[in-house]
């Protein structure tokens, strides 16, 4: 695909922390530090990492759910919207409201919760429809609802059932199939198959491709399972102790990780017809209340060097999709 | 300490202890009372409060004031009996229930279920007329701990019951723990929180019923308890004849007490419950 | 042959609902299979499939319906409690629930050592307990009086087994052992099993859904699907050449580490888990690629294909 490509989310410095207090003493939780981030339109991209390392927390800043005790400490987020810049950070939270779920909308994990569980399915939907769109009738809006449902690839049945009766991944495809409900430009999803099993979790991906495809939206996804980036995701960022740390293309990613935490994360997975030893990546991650200096990965990092114990490094660009935050890569 | 401290950041709590602190030191007071409180005639009639009696006389010749100190401290041990006893209960009934499960559980709850449907007053009122001769402290007290458990053991058996399916109860099994050592262990921490909350509302309760039993004149008359402090009152016209120090001292009495116990349950079951614990740490 | 568990015609039916409109699920159906001396042996499946129901009743937690099992010959009982008699352990897929957290966690391991009376003084207790920790990675000092909120997961999962090793058991039973763990971490669960079978011999029941592990780890392995064991063998002919369609559908629906192989083709997934169970016939019937008439009515035999079992119509008269 050889398009000009339009930028639709992006960050600048973004730093989100939590602010906690745990038995009289400030705590500072270092979620999310100093994250760039362009996220382009008509694409899905995967963030990628352990958990503890602020993915899910970067996912709420872009959807503009700073709540406390996370505060967004600085930095900027930016929606492109008609072809305006407008910085989500600065807007109040009425008009962040009108935005959620017709511009950008959030996947929750398909539990019980997000339904109203003495409502059958069609009118979780009407509800939902309703309170955005506005002056119809509620039959024209069940109408409306069915419609999108068949759209969907969902079968028309589960409109008349209540949420108990469905399985795990139905349950899972109606939460995304309500996400997508109103055509939003941007989708975001904090670790939607994670739960599920395998044949599930591949009919959810599918789901969720075809609705990018259809819709030429945006998708953003949080998932610590490679497995599912490699499948879904047009570019991924790895995320590792609240920074960006390495992003590229997916195929870019696998053939040629640069960075040692990559590495480590994807020669840690076993392959079919393959049973040589792999190993997990040592130590433990972080905690991001108590980050050590420099670079976070140096103390389970095979190949450090003394400046990573002082420095973080920066973005060394390998080409203009290609880029890793190491010292092993480019200054030397 | 540091427990203390934090509980005393909330207002309801200090009320309550001050409250319960004073009621306290009230009924330890009446093991000095210079008057004996079955006897009538022993002070001068119907004075009002003065510095020689606190809280003035009543019309059976009795010092309110001290009569007062013996009323609480019956109260508190009336209370005091049916909590710890109907406690007892519903931690076995509950705890054999939710761990055994099967036939012994649907029959502990179909016990539990019957005396919470019945009109527990209705029975109440029966019984004590029944057993009115033998009617002491301890009989109340027994009797009103019966009445009290099914619904705590109803709470503490569905609390086992999701603990038994929690994975750290067959770690236990696999370490060759036996039954009654992995209830008492794995279980019981689980349940204090719940256990101490409704200790205090069963207290309540019980002094409630006390009083209601007692205007109705269905306990013994001549044990001095909140309740019959207020039949006597209330029975002499104390209203009528405008003897307010008589009757008001077992009302506001009990009504502070009531309000004490309620915010204290209150206040500690918020603190010990692992989800507003979470939010005051904050992690 | 040596075996030191085989399960014969393992069967556990649940019933549900009250007197008027009772059903029953069989959740494990006439399940027969055998493990050997030193052997990591591997029940995958969906969730659903009866996996878990089939290791607690190995373990002795619940009552089969119907079925024997035998432990290097000799018989099982009834309600018999597995760790105690058979010397197997068992490890479970929460790290976080698999201790009580307001218990510290050595205390289980001498709770352990004290039940089984595997020490005579706290000294050879302590010794022992260590010895198990350092298999595992850790040391006795690291964890001694703390408490589980003070581990990562991965550290408690190694935790919990060299707490299942404390009573030397011969057989281990692994429940999702890794599914809760980060997936940078799993394989040094999952290398610490190959480790215990080629060290110490002792033998592994590894229930998981993922097959890639499974495929990384283990000798042999079964499929199972609603309660039915549909494949059984090595896991290079299960895995690497699946004959029966579900074990075929499983096996494309790993996602592959690998863009270049993505999914080409669509998946039908089932609306109703109970409509599955009760099928009459095959129970893979309604979502089949390869559906015959046959499948529909007749629950297809056990068939042998070199060496290994398939619950399948399609390889009948071959």
């Not at chain 1, 398909?110 to 569980?117: A, D, Q, T």
């Amino acid at each position: 695909m050889i398009e000009e490509k339009t930028v639709i989310l992006r960050t600048e410095h973004l730093k989100a922390f939590y602010l906690l207090e745990v038995h009289g003493t400030q705590k500072t939780v270092k979620a999310v530090n100093d994250v760039d981030i362009q996220i382009y339109e008509n694409e899905i991209y995967g963030i990628a990492g352990e958990s503890g390392c602020g993915k899910t927390t970067l996912l709420k800043t872009l959807f503009g759910e700073i709540v406390p005790p996370l505060r967004l400490i600085d930095g900027k987020i930016f929606y492109r919207i008609d072809d305006d810049e407008v910085d989500v950070s600065r807007m109040k939270s009425e008009a962040k409201r009108k935005l959620r779920m017709e511009y950008i909308s959030y996947i929750p994990q398909g539990s019980m919760s997000v339904f109203n569980p003495v409502l059958k399915i069609k009118g979780t939907f009407a509800d939902f429809i309703g309170s955005h769109v506005h002056g119809q009738s509620r039959a024209e809006i069940f109408e409306l609802a069915r419609e999108r449902i068949l759209e969907l690839g969902l079968p028309k049945n589960v409109l008349d059932v209540y949420p108990h009766q469905l399985s795990g991944g139905m349950r899972q495809r109606v939460t995304i199939a309500l996400a997508a409900s109103l055509n939003p430009r941007i989708m975001i999803g904090d670790e939607p198959t994670t739960a599920l099993d395998v044949v599930v979790q591949r009919g959810v991906i599918q789901m969720l491709k075809d609705i990018q495809k259809n819709l030429k939206n945006t998708i953003v996804l949080v998932t610590h399972d490679m497995g599912v980036h490699a499948n879904i995701a047009d570019r991924i960022g790895i995320m590792y102790a609240g920074k960006l740390i390495e992003e590229a293309t997916t195929e870019k990613i696998f053939a040629q990780p640069l960075h040692p935490y990559t590495q480590f994360l994807i020669n840690s997975l076993p392959k079919f017809g393959d049973k040589s030893m792999r190993d997990s990546v040592p130590g433990s991650p972080p905690s991001l209340a108590d980050l050590p200096t420099g670079c976070p990965f140096h103390p389970r990092c095979p190949h450090v060097k003394d400046i990573c114990r002082q420095e973080m490094p920066n973005f060394h660009h390998l080409d203009e999709n290609h880029k890793v935050a190491c010292w092993l890569v480019g200054e030397a | 300490m540091k427990t203390l401290i934090d509980l005393f950041k909330d207002y309801r709590f200090s009320f309550a202890f001050v409250v319960l602190l004073v009621i306290l030191i009230m009924a330890l007071l009446s093991f000095f009372s210079p008057y004996d409180p079955t006897l009538w005639y022993v002070v001068p009639r119907d004075l009002k409060p003065s510095s020689e009696h606190l809280l003035g006389t009543d019309s059976n010749g009795q010092d309110i004031f001290w009569q007062a100190t013996y009323a609480v401290r019956n109260s508190l041990t009336i209370s005091l009996i049916s909590a710890s006893v109907s406690r007892v209960i519903a931690i076995l009934v509950g705890m054999i229930a939710g761990y055994k499960g099967g036939t012994i559980d649907r029959v502990l709850m179909f016990l539990g279920d019957s005396l919470l449907v019945i009109p527990l007053f209705l029975i109440f009122v029966m019984l004590a007329m029944m057993v009115r001769e033998h009617m002491n402290l301890v009989v109340l007290g027994l009797m009103l701990s019966f009445f009290g458990w099914p619904w705590d053991a109803r709470l503490i058996r569905s609390m086992v019951l999701s603990l038994r399916e929690r994975d750290f109860t067959r770690t236990a099994l696999l370490s060759g723990t036996g039954t009654i050592k992995l209830v008492l262990k794995e279980y019981m921490p689980f349940t204090m929180p719940l256990i101490f909350s409704t200790l205090i509302n069963n207290m309540a309760f019980a002094i409630g019923l006390e009083i209601t039993l007692a205007l109705l004149g269905l306990v013994d008359l001549t044990i001095p308890t909140l309740g019959t402090m207020l039949n006597w009152a209330y029975f002499s016209h104390a209203i009528l004849l405008e003897r307010w120090w008589w009757i008001l001292t077992p009302v506001i009495l009990s009504i502070c007490m009531f309000i004490a116990l309620y915010w204290l349950s209150v206040s500690i079951s918020e603190y010990l419950d692992p989800r507003t614990r979470i939010q005051r740490v904050g992690a | 042959m040596d075996k030191l568990l085989e399960v014969n015609e393992l069967t556990k039916r649940y019933s549900q609902g009250n007197v008027l409109a009772r059903i029953t699920l069989t959740a494990v159906d006439h399940v027969s299979f055998y493990i050997k001396p030193a052997e990591i042996f591997t029940l995958a499946g969906e969730s659903g499939c009866g996996k878990t129901t089939t290791a607690k009743l190995v373990l002795g937690f619940e009552e089969a319906t119907s079925g024997t099992m035998l432990h290097n010959g000799k018989m099982q009982t009834r309600r018999e409690k597995a760790w105690i008699t058979r010397g197997v352990q068992a490890i479970f897929q929460d790290p976080f629930s698999t201790f009580n957290p307001l218990r510290t966690v050595d205390s289980y391991f001498h709770e352990t050592v004290r039940n089984f009376r595997l020490a005579r003084s706290k000294q050879e207790a302590v010794d022992r307990i260590d010895q198990k920790l350092r298999l595992v990675g850790l040391t006795y000092q690291e964890f001694a009086g703390k408490y589980p909120n003070e581990f990562s997961g991965g550290q408690l999962q190694r935790i919990s087994i060299a707490r299942a090793l404390v009573t030397d058991p011969k057989l281990l039973i692994a429940d999702e052992p890794v599914s809760m763990v980060d997936a940078s971490l799993r394989m040094s669960i999952v290398n610490l099993f190959k480790q215990l079978r080629d060290e110490l011999g002792v033998s592994i029941l590894y229930i998981t859904h993922d097959l890639a592990t499974a495929y990384y780890v283990s000798d042999r392995i079964a499929i199972m699907f609603r309660g039915n064991i549909v494949e059984m063998g090595t896991v290079e002919e299960v895995l690497m050449n699946p004959r029966h369609p579900y074990s075929q559908l499983l096996r494309d629906s790993i996602p592959q580490v690998d863009p270049e192989k993505r999914w080409t083709t669509t998946v039908t997934l089932s609306e109703l888990e109970h409509e599955e169970y009760l099928r009459q016939g095959c129970k893979f019937a309604g979502r089949c690629p390869d559906v015959m008439d046959i499948c529909k009515g007749v629950v297809p035999a056990d068939i042998y294909i070199d060496d290994v079992l398939v619950k399948c119509h399609k390889y009948s008269g071959k």
